[in-house]
């Protein structure tokens, strides 16, 4: 092999050194090729992807979408080369295929640089959504920010679209890469691999690659690359010193296809390590056929028109003209992002911020989300999910949005089903929110596909072909690997939510087995709430459940039998968890039915018989025991003398305070929603107020901060509603004309009550719009009565239990 041959030198290929991601590198690259018509067109990336290069003149192909290599056994080692419709290598890949010319990826081969720690970690912090730390030794981390520096230029963004993005390229198409590529020798010659011995290798393998090629089409290549590289392609080397770097390299088995991807996702670094802030703005500048500022201008005005805000073609003109005004100030060629950003916020905005956020982040960073044909590869279970998502008309967005479902409708439980098993998977597609229906036949949830779920649905891709049966597999897995009890019934939970028949017998064995074995009250109380809601969606999803019940039922008698000795002798941390814990178990216990038979022994009557054992001891911490009498009172099962008694006890001179706070905090305190009870259970505030104005002068004092910290945890509006009705005083009225509070009718009008009927009739379905005593109605009796037979009357709550059927 002759010296030439081995080395590359200035004769060498059209060395095009860009700025991935960057719209005026790419029509400066669109332009060169056009000009030289290389044979072949070599670009930077994974060589695997070569097969997968032919795709991209599909009509399904649609950018920003990104190569995706990952590890053949272990999915989560994965690395993204992300590419929108600016990209060079994009556009350089395009125009290959469109002119016949042969095109391929000539970096460092996925195998090898997936197999490396480095790239590991930093795989792994792609995936988990963080981002990766910059580098700051040399320029390697930002070798475009050294030469704005250098040119006098404090921000690199502005300098790059001062001398490429806004540079005409019609005249001399190579002139910007000649120039560039002479920048970017010096800093090589300065500051050598940039802290980064990584991209020696890299570039070895670029240069043998690149001799393979060049006696294969002559000098007939292109090579679009990261400028950072050109004066490594460049300059001399041989070949024996390349081999050196490259032998010995780790390798493992890789897969690649192409992925969606977003523009939001564009400004992390990631695959080409070229991360941008304005990935909405680059798209706009490189589609944009003329005016760019123009027909900006006139989107930001079409997005704060479609959000109700008055715009005019006026301010489009105004703003246009400022952004020049400020361009020409600054001494730039062009308006640049900053000037329209400025202008914009003046204009448009008023100079508020608030509607900037909302251009920033619909235009100027974008949710556009990518498309990939079906021909691209794809693991069984990801072919699954998208003929299931068609099949639900449910189709992954970029853009965040809220879903309402209700699960009488088979469309919207087919759904549910399907976020639910990717939720098991581990594929975070969709999030439950809470719901503005308290039904349990609705569900709302907040929908965002990521790019990264790709590699989230090829890791889940080992449990499985199809949704279903990945989703079965992974639920009998955690069951069996599963050590705490409230873990498997959350798991029961999830199975039922998911609909996975075959997985619940699992579940359940699993299930019994530990709640047999677990003596913990606390673990009982924890796993007890998720068995109550999984029999309640059961009734709506029809889905048998009668092993659940046999389970739950059994929690509920054991911490019946277990929770008042496990109360005992607590301290302030152990009760306030134990707080949560009752609270979640009275909650449950109200949504289990009694078994067949239970009659007055029933499992909600123990249960207030713990409660009320609960109540009446003395070594239970005060919040439990305030809390017990507090559920009781709610229940109706005590009335307020007892309640009041109770809270005497527990306030009496010889409680210690911080025992007789801890009482008020479980008995009224914010977080059970006190406050709001306060002031609309005018009984619940006079059992407070009475023992408020029975504490004795001398005594006041000490008990002042104990209700300040109680009430402080209330709203302002809570409290200052409190403190206007304990103003007003108690209004006392026994008959209707007894003179009632400030602000308060004297009694109940039965004719002004009985107006509202229709218009309830109306709301709840029952139809019809006479009266209570409309004759016309067909289910209203001659005699006044409704056709239960209840006087038609809204002050009869018989009456309302009618019009709701």
């Keep these: 092999m002759t010296a030439p041959a081995a080395t590359l030198g200035a004769e060498g290929p059209l060395l095009l050194g860009v700025r991935h991601h960057g719209p005026g590198s790419a029509r400066a690259v669109r332009a060169a090729l056009e000009a030289a018509r290389p044979e072949a067109v070599l670009i930077e990336g994974p060589p695997e992807g070569d097969a997968l290069l032919a795709l991209a003149a599909d009509e399904g192909m649609r950018p920003p979408v990104a190569l995706l290599a990952h590890v053949v056994d272990d999915p989560g080692r994965a690395a993204f080369w992300p590419m929108a419709e600016f990209s060079?290598?994009?556009?350089?890949?395009?125009?290959?295929?469109?002119?016949?010319?042969?095109?391929?990826?000539?970096d460092l081969p996925a195998a090898h640089s997936l197999a490396t720690a480095t790239e590991e970690e930093a795989g792994e912090k792609e995936l988990a959504g963080e981002e990766p730390a910059q580098e700051d030794a040399g320029?390697?981390?930002?070798?475009?920010?050294?030469?704005?520096?250098?040119?006098?230029?404090?921000?690199?963004?502005?300098?790059?679209?001062d001398v490429i993005e806004h540079r005409d390229t019609a005249t001399d198409p190579r002139a910007p890469f000649a120039v560039l590529g002479e920048a970017m020798a010096v800093l090589r010659e300065t500051y050598g691999d940039g802290g980064h011995p990584r991209d020696l290798i890299r570039e070895a393998y670029m240069r043998q690659q690149l001799r393979s090629a060049t006696r294969e089409f002559g000098s007939g290549i292109a090579v679009v690359c990261g400028a950072w590289h050109v004066p490594a392609l460049a300059g001399k080397s041989t070949v024996a010193a390349d081999r050196a770097l490259l032998k010995g390299l780790p390798k493992v088995k890789t897969e690649l296809t192409w992925v969606p991807w977003t523009h939001r996702r564009l400004a992390r670094r990631s695959g080409y390590g070229a991360g941008i802030d304005s990935p909405g703005w680059y798209g706009h500048l490189f589609a944009a056929p003329d005016r760019p500022v123009e027909r900006w201008m006139t989107k930001v005005a079409g997005l704060l028109r479609a959000e109700d805000r008055q715009i005019s073609s006026a301010h489009v003109i105004e703003a246009v003209r400022l952004a020049g005004t400020l361009a020409a100030m600054r001494g730039r060629p062009l308006p640049g992002l900053a000037e329209t950003t400025d202008a914009v916020r003046a204009v448009m905005c008023e100079g508020s911020d608030v509607p900037l956020a909302l251009i920033q982040e619909r235009l100027i960073v974008g949710d556009v989300l990518g498309e990939v044909p079906d021909a691209a590869p794809a693991v069984p279970l990801q072919r699954d999910l998208v003929r299931i998502q068609r099949g639900l008309r449910l189709k992954p967005?970029?853009?965040?949005?809220?879903?309402?479902?209700?699960?009488?409708?088979?469309?919207?439980?087919?759904?549910?089903?399907?976020?639910h098993r990717l939720r098991l998977l581990g594929i975070g597609w969709g999030e439950r929110t809470r719901a503005r229906s308290t039904g349990t036949f609705r569900e709302s949830w907040r929908l965002r596909w990521e790019p990264e779920l790709s590699v989230r649905v090829a890791e889940a891709g080992v449990w499985g072909t199809t949704v279903l049966g990945a989703a079965t597999a992974k639920a009998e897995a955690d069951a069996a690997g599963a050590s705490a009890l409230g873990a498997i019934t959350a798991l029961a939970e999830r199975c039922l939510l998911a609909e996975l028949p075959q997985a619940l017998p699992v579940v359940m064995r699993a299930l019994a087995d530990r709640a047999a074995l677990d003596t913990d009250v606390a673990h009982l109380a924890q796993a007890l709430p998720a068995l109550a809601r999984t029999l309640r969606y059961g009734d709506v999803r029809g889905t048998t459940t009668g092993a659940l019940a046999e389970v739950a039922a059994g929690l509920a008698e054991r911490i019946c039998v277990g929770l008042p000795p496990a109360c005992a002798a607590l301290d302030a941390d152990g009760a306030a968890e134990m707080r949560t814990h009752l609270d979640a178990v009275h909650t449950a216990i109200g949504l289990l039915a009694d078994?067949?038979?239970?009659?007055?022994?029933?499992?909600?009557?123990?249960?207030?018989?713990?409660?009320?054992?609960?109540?009446?001891?003395?070594?239970?911490?005060?919040?439990?025991?305030?809390?017990?009498?507090?559920?009781?009172?709610?229940?109706?099962?005590?009335?307020?003398?007892d309640a009041a008694r109770h809270m005497g006890l527990a306030l009496s001179p010889g409680t210690a305070p911080?025992?007789?706070?801890?009482w008020i905090e479980g008995f009224v305190g914010g977080a059970s929603g006190g406050g709001m009870l306060l002031v609309h259970d005018e009984r619940l505030r006079a059992l407070v107020d009475g023992w408020l104005t029975g504490v004795?002068?001398?005594?006041?004092?000490?008990?002042?901060?104990?209700?300040?910290?109680?009430?402080?945890?209330?709203?302002?509006?809570?409290?200052?509603?409190?403190?206007?009705?304990?103003?007003?005083?108690?209004?006392?009225?026994?008959?209707?004309g007894d003179a009632a509070a400030p602000g308060f009718g004297a009694g109940l009008d039965p004719d002004r009550a009985d107006a509202v009927l229709p218009i309830l009739a109306l709301l709840l379905g029952r139809g019809g719009s006479g009266g209570a005593t409309d004759p016309e109605r067909p289910d209203h009796h001659p005699n006044g009565t409704d056709e239960l037979g209840a006087p038609g009357s809204l002050d009869d709550p018989n009456y309302l239990a009618g019009v709701g059927k």
């Design 595 to 641: 078994p067949a038979g239970a009659g007055a022994g029933g499992l909600r009557e123990r249960w207030s018989t713990v409660l009320g054992k609960l109540a009446a001891r003395e070594t239970v911490p005060g919040v439990l025991r305030g809390r017990a009498v507090r559920l009781l009172l709610d229940d109706g099962r005590i009335h307020n003398e």
């Design 696 to 736: 004795a002068p001398e005594a006041f004092t000490d008990v002042l901060p104990l209700l300040r910290r109680t009430f402080a945890a209330y709203e302002a509006g809570v409290r200052r509603t409190l403190g206007e009705l304990v103003r007003r005083g108690p209004a006392v009225r026994t008959g209707p």
């Design 139 to 161: 320029p390697r981390g930002d070798p475009i920010g050294a030469l704005a520096e250098a040119a006098g230029y404090d921000d690199p963004e502005r300098w790059w679209e």
């Design 397 to 419: 967005e970029a853009l965040e949005r809220e879903l309402e479902l209700d699960l009488r409708k088979e469309t919207d439980a087919g759904r549910s089903r399907l976020l």
């Design 88 to 106: 060079p290598e994009w556009v350089a890949i395009r125009w290959a295929l469109d002119h016949g010319a042969r095109v391929r990826f000539i």
């Design 658 to 662: 911080a025992d007789a706070a801890a």
